[in-house]
């Protein structure tokens, strides 16, 4: 079965820690996305990958990196910098016509 | 669970009844709309779409209705089950290059048995 993978599901984080979310796809979709979800918002765009090795900014990108080095794969690295990271983070993919998104079952984080 | 809904708007039908969740969208030049349905901890999940060239498309159950003249878009869910019950989000997109889905709020849909 095709679909987008993330882990884990569950992540806790120290103070001034990096942790890297994970994010799997087999759809052979070649758009990747990261969004984060805070309660009684919608969800916000960190980064996006059209294409392995191209990433762009979303809106919210200050204190997370990602990497697209294969199709399949585009983990999310939330870095020392992000200073309010406990939130459900989302994982998404697409074809290149972005004709409705695929999303992973979400890593909540939790700094502790 | 994930408190996805907090705060957000709620709905609150009684099982078996119609619901109808609204949502007005930012960009006139968007032209192509997406419904997510997301239960408490999971990932949303794709619903029903519509293109701007329609103004109603019917799944099973589900009916999405698009009035671009005030830039509002609502699903309608027949005979409402408690299985119903989660956060809706409605999305937009420009399409093409600037295609990335731009996403609403949500609303919180209760079903009362």
């Known amino acids: 079965d095709g679909g987008i993978t993330q882990s884990p599901k569950y992540l806790f984080r120290k103070e001034g820690q990096n942790v890297t979310l994970s994010c799997e796809q087999n759809l052979n979709h070649d758009a990747m996305y990261w969004y984060r979800q805070d309660p009684g918002q919608g969800l916000r765009l960190i980064y996006y990958?059209?294409?392995?090795?191209?990433?762009q900014k979303g809106d919210i990108a200050e204190g997370y990196s990602v990497s697209r080095e294969k199709k399949e794969s585009f983990p999310l690295t939330v870095t020392s910098a992000q200073k309010n990271p406990t939130a459900f983070y989302l994982c998404?993919?697409?074809?290149?016509?972005?004709?409705?998104?695929?999303f992973g079952s979400g890593t909540r984080l939790t700094v502790v | 669970g994930e408190s996805v809904g907090l705060h957000l708007p709620t709905l609150s039908v009684q099982e078996g009844d119609n619901s109808i969740i609204n949502c007005a969208y930012s960009n006139s030049a968007s032209d192509y709309f997406i419904w997510y349905k997301q239960e408490s901890g999971k990932g949303p999940q794709f619903i029903i779409d519509?293109?701007?060239?329609?103004d109603k498309r019917q799944g099973q159950r589900v009916t999405v209705l698009l009035n671009k003249t005030v830039k509002h878009l609502s699903l309608q869910i027949a005979a409402t089950q408690p299985g119903d019950s989660a956060v809706y989000f409605c999305?937009?997109?420009?399409?093409?290059?600037?295609?990335?889905?731009?996403f609403g709020k949500g609303t919180k849909l209760s079903v009362k048995p």
């Open positions: 998404a993919s697409s074809t290149v016509n972005r004709a409705g998104y695929t």
């Open positions: 519509i293109r701007s060239n329609m």
């Open positions: 999305a937009e997109s420009l399409g093409g290059s600037q295609g990335n889905l731009i």
């Open positions: 990958s059209q294409i392995v090795n191209d990433f």
